[in-house]
């Protein structure tokens, strides 16, 4: 609208078809990126996924420069080392910054260069960036070491990805989509504030994006309303309830719901995640598998995955990816369903 103003009060000033100088389409010479995180709270899925695209649109533009605000990609995208994303010999970049013990660099992605360096499989179960930049994921492939994460997969986001993709699969419509959470820990307590919570309500609506593909399925899920609420409970402790409401719609346009009320422990489900992390990754390193390993993103709520690929959030495509992921390094046959051999 302010272009659109600005245009109209300068229509007539002299140039060419009444277009302002500073509204005009040229040709692209020069590219910044300007790239916004979030301050405050567990935001750290949102922001991986801004640095990602941040990260995949100056893949395709080389010569662009970057500019960021916000805590987070003060870390990711500091003004000093911005050559650390720009040269072809980005990881030299990143040693120079580590052995300068560089502000710009985190906690985490240091825990990660430890492992890599080593030639160890390294697991990022938390939402924070860590092994997402270009300069580690050079260092996993230097040393064959493996890669997978983000965010382990456990309360309510695990449910959204059983759910959604059954209502896709048999074609019914989701209208709305409300989600509200009750946590008593310090979750909970960070969460509680306006600020922190706005980043982390992005973060949780992605996934259905990516599963529903409303760009695919207009009519079934363009206009989808998603509401997310997490509510600080002191009471409920450790323990977190997660409560569902959503509006569906079947053949001719009639109405259903569907409600469900999750109470669970997220170190009861997340435990046996760490496990088969655990396990899976030193099985890939010793079948020589290295890099991101996208086949485990059953288990993250933010998988890793090649910066062309689709990321998979369908809980039973994941399941079928690892499963034939395994069935493979044994030299067994891969799991069709075809199922023909059983009436030829």
């Known amino acids: 609208m302010i272009a659109k103003q600005t245009d109209h009060e300068y229509s007539g000033s002299g140039t060419n078809d009444g277009i302002h100088p500073l509204l005009e389409r040229r040709a692209e010479k020069n590219v910044l990126l300007l790239v916004l995180s979030g301050d405050r709270g567990l935001a750290g899925a949102f922001n991986a996924n801004v640095s990602k695209a941040a990260f995949k649109e100056w893949r395709e533009k080389k010569d662009a420069g970057a500019f960021a605000t916000g805590n987070f990609n003060g870390q990711v995208f500091p003004d000093a080392p911005t050559q650390f994303f720009k040269t072809p010999d980005l990881w030299e970049d990143a040693v120079l910054l580590l052995e300068a013990s560089d502000d710009a660099i985190p906690s985490s992605m240091i825990y990660a260069y430890a492992a890599l360096s080593e030639g160890l499989p390294f697991v990022n179960a938390a939402p924070n960036l860590t092994a997402d930049i270009p300069a580690l994921q050079e260092l996993a492939a230097r040393t064959k070491s493996p890669l997978a994460g983000n965010d382990m997969k456990t309360g309510q986001t695990l449910i959204k990805t059983i759910i959604a993709p059954g209502l896709k699969a048999r074609l019914l419509g989701v209208k709305g989509w409300y989600s509200t959470n009750i946590l008593g820990n310090r979750d909970g307590e960070v969460l509680d504030d306006p600020e922190s919570f706005k980043t982390k309500e992005e973060s949780k609506k992605s996934a259905l994006d990516y599963i529903f593909q409303p760009q695919l399925y207009p009519e079934l899920y363009k206009d989808l309303c998603h509401v997310v609420r997490i509510n600080y409970y002191p009471p ?36 046996p995640i760490v496990l088969d992390s655990a396990l899976f990754l030193d099985l890939a390193k010793r079948a020589g598998m290295s890099g991101i390993q996208e086949w485990l993103s059953f288990y993250y709520k933010a998988p890793m995955h090649a910066p062309e690929l689709y990321p998979e959030h369908d809980l039973f495509i994941q399941l079928m990816k690892l499963k034939n992921t395994l069935r493979y390094m044994q030299g067994e046959e891969l799991i069709t369903h075809l199922g023909r051999e059983y009436y030829d």
């Open 236 to 271: 409920r402790g450790d323990n977190k309830e997660g409560w569902d409401n959503i509006d569906i719609v079947g053949w001719l346009g009639y109405p259903m719901q569907l409600k469900i009320n999750f109470l669970c422990r997220d170190s009861i489900l997340a435990a």
